[in-house]
């Protein structure tokens, strides 16, 4: 079952934090928010355009490890309002992100769109599945025209999600992005 992110997060160390730095006044209604681990008509298009994002576990020896995951726009794919799912492509051959998921089940994923200056924050449930093993899953997850080499799948059942406040985001842009907006470069901005 999902909860508020709250639940999740604002653990007594965190609270004490808070009152310390004169912020707990800030979040006493949050933890009496609505759920939020169902997908709006808010998080919908903004994880459906995203390219890529970054994605946290936590190893059996404590320690957090983050990686990025990218792909086409659209490969991380929602299956339904509680659930997203993408074809893991080979990389760097370490395996930790696997391996930890494997272990601890936990996965956390912070998607960004710096020329909109957004984040979200999803927490997840996360189970990973060899390609020959679920035939339908991969039908559903595979992009046949990405030229990556699909590996395994990875479905993650959401449990919290957050959207971060824009304060500190220094917007980015892509180079498909700028060309787009100027042109071949010859009418870019000095």
Not at 47 to 61: H, K, L, R
Not at 88 to 105: E, H, L, P, V, W
Not at 164 to 180: L, S
Request: glycine share 8%; with cysteine.
């Amino acid at each position: 079952m999902g909860q508020n992110f709250s639940t999740l997060t604002f653990t007594d160390s965190v609270k004490a934090a808070q009152t310390r730095y004169g912020a707990r006044e800030n979040w006493d209604g949050e933890e009496n928010e609505p759920d939020r681990f169902y997908l709006t008509q808010r998080e919908i298009p903004f994880i459906q355009s995203t390219d890529g994002f970054y994605m946290a576990t936590v190893g059996e020896n404590g320690w957090p490890y983050m990686q990025f995951r990218g792909g086409p726009n659209g490969f991380l794919k929602i299956l339904d309002p509680r659930t997203l799912g993408y074809a893991d492509f080979r990389g760097n051959k370490q395996y930790i992100s696997t391996g930890n998921i494997a272990s601890q089940k936990k996965a956390m994923l912070f998607l960004m769109d710096y020329p909109n200056r957004q984040r979200l924050k999803i927490w997840t449930m996360a189970t990973i599945t060899d390609v020959a093993d679920d035939p339908a899953l991969a039908k559903k997850l595979v992009m046949p025209d990405y030229r990556g080499k699909v590996e395994r799948l990875v479905v993650l059942t959401i449990q919290a999600y957050d959207w971060n406040c824009p304060q500190h985001i220094t917007p980015r842009y892509t180079e498909k992005a700028i060309i787009e907006k100027f042109g071949n470069g010859n009418s870019l901005p000095s």
